[in-house]
């Protein structure tokens, strides 16, 4: 259903589903998207809320399971279950250009809270209080 949904509306010319996406390709999609949106019902934390947020583009994310701690206030949040609700949010930040230019000064502000290099100082003294 979902992938022919952009005909059934008319709009197939606009909408392009891509199969995969490698790695080093990432920061163009990021940095010439209008949002980026996760809708999810559940993440384990969210990489790529912070990708995005690295990369100079404003989010929209779920307000359930680990993604506010992914966000913190440098997103726009819905109820994934609400359609109106993410409608509102997705027309909001593609009216808006100073909550736009707000989002994504927040996200740089966030990125910097998360390192790969922290987490593994966390670890590491989390297993040592444990022993």
Do not use: H
């Amino acid at each position: 259903q979902i992938l022919k949904a952009p005909e059934r509306f008319g709009i197939s010319k606009k909408v392009k589903f891509l199969d995969s996406v490698a790695d080093y390709e990432l920061p163009a999609f990021y940095k010439n998207a209008q949002f980026f949106i996760l809708p999810s019902l559940y993440e384990g934390f969210g990489l790529p809320v912070l990708e995005s947020m690295q990369y100079g583009c404003p989010v929209i994310i779920s307000n359930v399971s680990s993604l506010p701690e992914a966000g913190g206030d440098a997103c726009l949040y819905v109820d994934p279950e609400d359609v109106s609700d993410i409608t509102s949010k997705m027309e909001k930040l593609l009216k808006d250009q100073s909550l736009r230019e707000e989002l994504i000064k927040k996200g740089y502000q966030q990125v910097k809270k998360f390192s790969w290099e922290k987490t593994a100082k966390e670890t590491i003294e989390a297993l040592k209080s444990i022993v």
